[in-house]
Nanobody, 127 residues
Framework: QVQLVESGGGLVQAGGSLRLSCAASGGTFSNYAMGWFRQAPGKERDFVAGISWGGGGTYYADSVKGRFTISRDDAKNTVYLQMNSLKPEDTAVYYC????????????????????WGQGTQVTVSS
């Protein structure tokens, strides 16, 4: 049974940084792409960043490109999201998710391609 547990959220001032972590258990972590999504109140869940199995490829939403960095440590079964230069509009609940297809070649932004989700961690950026 796959379980994902996020941590690292909190309250930060605009311009600050946070590092989110997502620890995975169950399944073979290294064989699957991982993604970070976020959902603000009253809005849909949006793709933020993704990283391929093996870590060779990454992909970012335009809104976070150049500010956020996704990485993974397969030895620790953990994926990270380093968030710099945070803006109030980055305020949301952040979720990590595991791809449903092993060895997927192309990263997907579609939440439906990710059947496993963590419980989410709140990120609040004050102006």
């Amino acid at each position: 049974q796959v379980q994902l547990v996020e941590s690292g959220g909190g309250l930060v001032q605009a311009g600050g940084s946070l590092r989110l972590s997502c620890a995975a258990s169950g399944g073979t972590f290294s064989n699957y792409a991982m993604g970070w999504f976020r959902q603000a109140p009253g809005k849909e869940r949006d793709f933020v960043a993704g990283i391929s199995w093996g870590g060779g490829g990454t992909y970012y939403a335009d809104s976070v490109k150049g500010r956020f960095t996704i990485s993974r440590d397969d030895a620790k079964n953990t994926v990270y999201l380093q968030m710099n230069s945070l803006k109030p509009e980055d305020t949301a609940v952040y979720y990590c998710a595991r791809d449903g297809r092993v060895y997927r070649r192309t990263l997907s932004e579609n939440p439906r391609e990710y059947p496993y989700w963590g419980q989410g961690t709140q990120v609040t950026v004050s102006s």
